[in-house]
């Protein structure tokens, strides 16, 4: 279920990127791109800017708590499989930079878990607004995952992804 989730994000994130004319990706204003690391730091997803999970020169990853989820397998770098039928701690992390104009296209990102005797509430908040909203005029994207809680209970949390329409 997990990693259903997470292709529908790279969905999403996908349509904040723009394409210069030679076809190739590069960063649209603030939005540096996004990667997805594992257990011990193993880079599970790239950063299509960087080709490796890091953030463009001058960005800043907001890294956000999810986790990859029972019996599936998955290739890290095209070399190493591994196959999940446990809980494994993430990070799904968002490139960033301080700063927002009218031309921005991305406006930051936030997380909060669900209301439960192990949720956190705000969990990451959203380092332009200081708390877990969007910054005004710019519109939440919701992707639903789960996390680990306090005391490691599985728990449901959202990360809204701020876009400007």
């Not at 990853?61 to 494994?88: E, K, W």
């Amino acid at each position: 279920v997990m990693i259903m989730v997470m292709r529908r994000l790279v969905i999403i994130v996908a349509v904040l990127f723009v394409c210069s004319s030679s076809g190739q990706q590069t960063p649209a204003a603030l939005f540096g791109g996004s990667f997805q690391t594992g257990g011990g730091g193993a880079c599970l997803q790239p950063n299509r800017f960087t080709g490796a999970c890091t953030c463009p020169p001058s960005w800043s990853p907001q890294c956000y708590d999810v986790l990859v989820f029972a019996g599936s397998t998955f290739s890290v770098a095209n070399t190493i499989n591994y196959t999940s039928t446990t809980p494994v701690a993430s990070k799904f992390c968002v490139c960033d930079r301080q700063g927002l104009s009218s031309a921005s296209v991305f406006g930051g990102a936030y997380q909060h878990d669900d209301s439960a005797p192990c949720g956190q509430g705000c969990r990451h908040p959203n380092p332009h607004t200081n708390n877990c909203t969007c910054p005004c005029g710019f519109t939440p994207n919701v992707l639903r995952a789960l996390s680990f809680g306090d005391n490691d209970c599985v728990v449901g949390t959202h990360i809204y992804m701020c876009q400007n329409p």
